[in-house]
């Protein structure tokens, strides 16, 4: 079965950091670009980063940039999304998600449970 | 690149036609797709390419359009299909923006 599933979220404060997993299964997770898309209580999506299958490039929202850090382990399958410098419009709910082929023109077909990351003092 | 989805809220019954547009600030061609988010739950790929049906997904789902102009119709409307739904772009790795959503609630 294909499969994400993300771990790592929680409360931290302000000014704090975090690092996201997401462990994928059931597909060759070398061969696809991956993202995480983030959503706030009650908002809408948001994409957040996003990186090629070899990890060679990566690429930031620019609410982001200079803050998070996206990398991956294709020995271990899986997706990191370091977090610094949090602030609280960080607080939402954060997916990893699966890019498709050239066919689908990447759209994201496969998502994770998600995991909630709360930036409060 | 922006994207507008109109209209953000929309209620209908089951059985209806209802169709949801999202507009690009530039030409995209073809590097759009749909999703269906249920609260609570993570959002599921409907349409990519502008108007191919994901696997599994059923045929009362359509999707066209290019460049700037695209369309999600669900041609008539069951139970399940109530839910709050975006356009994307997948266009440039500047942003693969999200349009606002389109929330469909039961009238």
């Known amino acids: 079965e294909v499969q994400l599933v993300e771990s790592g979220g929680g409360l931290v404060q302000p000014g704090g950091s975090l690092r996201l997993s997401c462990a994928a299964s059931?597909?060759?997770?070398?061969?696809?670009?991956m993202s995480w898309v983030r959503q706030a209580p009650g908002k809408g999506l948001e994409w957040v980063s996003a990186i090629s299958g070899s990890g060679g490039s990566t690429y930031y929202a620019d609410s982001v940039k200079g803050r998070f850090t996206i990398s991956r382990d294709n020995s271990k399958n899986t997706l990191y999304l370091q977090m610094n410098s949090l602030r609280a419009e960080d607080t939402a709910v954060y997916y990893c998600?699966?890019?498709?082929?050239?066919?689908?023109?990447?759209?994201?077909?496969?998502w994770g449970q998600g995991t909630m990351v709360t930036v409060s003092s | 690149i922006q994207l507008t989805q109109s209209p953000s809220s929309l209620s209908a019954s089951v059985g209806d036609r209802v169709t949801i547009t999202c507009r690009a600030s530039?030409?995209?061609?073809?590097?759009l797709a749909w999703y269906q988010q249920k609260p609570g739950k993570a959002p599921k790929l409907l349409i990519y390419a502008a108007s191919t049906l994901q696997s599994g997904v059923p045929s009362r789902f359509s999707g066209s359009g290019s460049g700037t102009d695209f369309t999600l119709t669900i041609s008539s409307l069951q139970p399940e299909d109530f839910a709050t739904y975006y356009c994307q772009q997948l266009n440039s790795y500047l942003g693969y923006t999200f349009g606002q959503g389109t929330k469909l609630e039961i009238k």
């Open positions: 059931g597909f060759t997770f070398s061969s696809y670009a």
């Open positions: 998600a699966k890019a498709g082929t050239t066919v689908t023109k990447g759209a994201f077909d496969i």
């Open positions: 530039q030409g995209i061609s073809s590097y």
